[in-house]
């Protein structure tokens, strides 16, 4: 729901442009009547297309003042929320180093405070890290070489970190389904993205938490990775603009869920890099939740295990297996 102060943003910029809209409209009105009983062709057709033109410049101007008035409402939002999730870590911190001078605990108590503190640092640099990221998109990776990079252990790399994050037991919170897959490129762009889509799916998944990974094959040359969990689902209309930047829907003074709207616009600017492409569906049997759809260049591989021993030549196995896989 909408607030009346975000409606009265919107009301002037519409307002004044319908306004002038409309008196473009009369005025062109006017101009065809008079030059018609004038007689005057020329002057007619080069009175439209000046009036024609600046409808148009008036309707471009309107679009570009409402998006710039949602880019400052996100911009708002993106400052409320990385201001919460500032202090949130500092005063816990604050909290348990005062209370470690104030008293003396136990061991097993003091031990217990540092596992804390340490947590809400962890959670102070992934923040921070993320915001450098953001400021330097264009060149993250650059220094590493592109290489075949096996998605299987970097996908259960960042499960465990996502559950570690969120205090999750990883078994019983998240279910792999994985194909062996290289992906050529670098790195460090491959643990940003399902870091991202990973902890994303787990933070907003259902109680308990349930999330799904399926990797599989594409196509010639394409793997595709479905992330599933169990939360609500994303609305129609905002699924293109969670991948824009500061976007998150609703108002920061009602939001349960911490972030900062960064972490899919990451993800969205790191695959476009890649040729990849990614969106949010809903699941195919109607059940809640969403499905995060990640569809990127690479290639399904087979381990020597699976290929078979009888009948052909290791080599020759191999390239009939790999050639089956395609």
Not at 179 to 191: D, G, K, S
Not at 209 to 236: D, F, K, Y
Request: charged share 20%; with cysteine.
């Amino acid at each position: 729901m909408s607030t009346p102060w975000k409606r009265s943003r919107f009301r002037w910029p519409i307002t004044l442009s319908a306004s002038l809209m409309a008196l473009n409209v009369t005025l062109m009105i006017c101009w065809i009547v008079l030059f018609m009983r004038l007689d005057a062709p020329g002057a007619l057709t080069m009175g439209v297309i000046a009036f024609a033109l600046i409808l148009i410049g008036l309707s471009f101007w309107l679009v570009l003042t409402i998006k710039e008035i949602r880019l400052n409402h996100r911009q708002a939002n993106f400052v409320d929320s990385v201001t919460h999730e500032l202090k949130s870590p500092i005063a816990a911190l604050q909290l348990y180093l005062e209370t470690l001078q104030m008293r003396s605990l136990e061991p097993e108590k003091r031990a217990e405070f540092h596992l804390v503190m340490e947590q809400q640092l962890h959670r102070l640099d992934r923040l921070i890290n993320q915001l450098l990221e953001v400021g330097r998109l264009d060149a993250i990776g650059h220094q590493e070489q592109a290489e075949d990079v096996p998605l299987e252990p970097l996908i259960r790399q960042c499960v465990q970190l996502a559950c570690t994050h969120h205090q999750c037991p990883e078994p019983e919170t998240v279910t792999l389904e994985l194909q062996p897959a290289i992906v050529h490129t670098r790195r460090m762009l491959l643990e940003m993205i399902f870091t991202n889509l990973i902890d994303n799916a787990v933070k907003y998944a259902g109680s308990p938490p349930q999330v799904s990974i399926r990797l599989q094959g594409a196509g010639i040359g394409r793997v595709r990775i479905l992330i599933t969990n169990n939360g609500l689902r994303v609305p129609h209309e905002d699924r293109k603009k969670i991948f824009t930047i500061f976007y998150r829907g609703g108002s920061e003074l009602h939001r349960r869920r911490t972030g900062t709207g960064l972490g899919l616009y990451i993800v969205s600017i790191l695959v476009k890099k890649l040729k990849g492409r990614v969106s949010v569906q809903d699941h195919a049997d109607g059940t809640s939740g969403s499905v995060f759809v990640l569809d990127l260049p690479g290639e399904l591989t087979v381990s020597q295990a699976e290929l078979p021993t009888t009948g052909m030549p290791t080599d020759a196995a191999a390239m009939t297996a790999q050639g089956s896989v395609s």
